[in-house]
């Protein structure tokens, strides 16, 4: 990953394709960074800043400092702007889609093991042939090895436990507690003596008075206390995953694309081997064209649209900007629940949820200002 450290205070995050941390980012000593992530309930970041680090840039246009491109010319220059807009938009609303296709597959009774591994090998098999084309080099000693694995544990187990919230809250409130990974991020730094400057500290406060309200029974409808846990650990685990792939060492050498492939291929192994040696059969309740259209859906919107649209945005308009309109993440989520699985909107969670994305949104514009 191109991620750096640095000693700043803050951590600028944007939830956009998930599951694999995006190479666009960097996690500051202060416990900050300047990303634009994504949490996929499950996958898709990680190719993402790879991507985005090496699209060739031709004839009239130049790389600024921040990374994004200029267009020689005013026009060009506003039409990148406009087209970086619209992908950064188009990668959290794909990404919102997640509940969309995971909730009916559950529902016909396809395994959260069956869905991600799906989700994961397509992934790896495409990355994989874009990695050979590239004849970019695979090769890794045992050392990396053993931190890869672990990332990949860490990323599967953020994408299951999203999945399985879904079982229990409804996938609007799902999504928005897994969007405050950066929040835990700044958390955990706390614990490595890497301390946040008051504007995350603020950021902090609102997101958990957020969560609270958001967690408060309304209007007959209360939140099963199991589905809260299971988002929170997702956001959790995908916090734990972006500080180790940040702070290791020995993945410093390690490419982003490499690291997302193995990172995806361990994930996706770990769902296969769980499977199989739960004794259940990983094609159950694989049946009729609804069903692989769901999960079809599930491989190439949430993870591969997202995926490839994080990378041009931020190319495009920058990892801040980019961050910044991953709310539409959980919006998306949101209205999906509202319209396809009658999920109710109270009020609380109207307010909880723009507290939230408030919080995250000033957490990512102050530590730019900076």
């Known amino acids: 990953m191109e991620d750096v450290v640095e000693e700043s205070g803050s951590l600028v ?12 980012g960097s996690i500051s000593e202060d416990g900050t960074g300047d990303s634009a992530l994504s949490v996929d309930g499950g996958g898709a970041s990680g190719v993402a800043g790879g991507v985005a680090g090496d699209v060739a840039v031709g004839g009239s ?8 491109v200029d267009g020689a010319g005013s026009g060009s220059g506003r ?8 992908a950064g938009i188009v990668t959290g609303v794909t990404y919102g ?6 909730k009916p597959l559950l529902e016909m009774g396809v395994s959260v093991d ?8 397509l992934a790896v098999l495409i990355l994989g042939i874009w ?21 990949g544990i860490l990323f599967a187990l953020s994408s299951a436990t999203l ?19 950066p929040v835990l991020v700044a958390l955990i730094m706390v614990f490595l003596k890497v301390y946040p400057t008051w504007q995350v500290w603020l950021s902090i406060i609102l997101t958990f008075a957020g969560v609270i309200i958001l967690s408060l029974p309304s209007s007959g409808v209360s939140f099963n206390a199991v589905g809260l846990l299971l988002a929170g650990a997702s956001a959790l685990v995908y916090a734990m995953y972006l500080i180790i792939v940040n702070r290791s060492r020995r993945l410093r050498t390690v490419s982003n694309h490499v690291l997302t492939f193995y990172a995806l ?5 770990l769902f296969l081997g769980h499977g199989l040696s739960s004794g259940g059969d990983l094609l159950a309740g694989v049946h009729g064209w609804l069903c692989w259209l769901c999960l079809f859906g599930l491989a190439i919107f949430p993870t591969l649209m997202s995926l490839l649209c994080l990378a041009a945005s931020t190319r495009l308009i920058g990892a801040t900007k980019t961050s910044v309109l991953g709310v539409a993440e959980p919006v998306t989520a949101i209205a999906v629940g509202c319209i396809f699985f009658n999920e109710s909107l109270t009020l609380n969670v109207i307010v909880g949820v723009t507290i939230t994305l408030f919080a995250v949104t000033f957490m990512a514009l102050t530590d730019r200002k900076r």
């Not at 889609?97 to 995971?102: D, I, S, T, V, Y």
């Open 13 to 24: 995050g944007g939830v956009d394709g998930r599951g694999v941390s995006d190479g666009a």
């Open 163 to 181: 999945f399985f919230s879904y079982n229990y809250i409804p996938a609007g409130l799902a999504t928005t507690i897994v969007f405050l990974y």
């Open 265 to 269: 291929l361990f994930g996706s192994l």
């Open 97 to 102: 889609l997640n509940p969309l296709f995971a």
């Open 79 to 86: 039409r990148n702007t406009i087209l970086g807009y619209i």
């Open 131 to 151: 990695l050979v084309a590239r004849k970019e080099s695979l090769r890794i000693n045992a050392a990396q090895t053993v931190r890869l694995v672990i990332l």
């Open 114 to 121: 069956t869905m991600l591994s799906f989700r994961y090998l």
């Open 61 to 68: 246009e130049s790389v600024s400092a921040d990374g994004t």
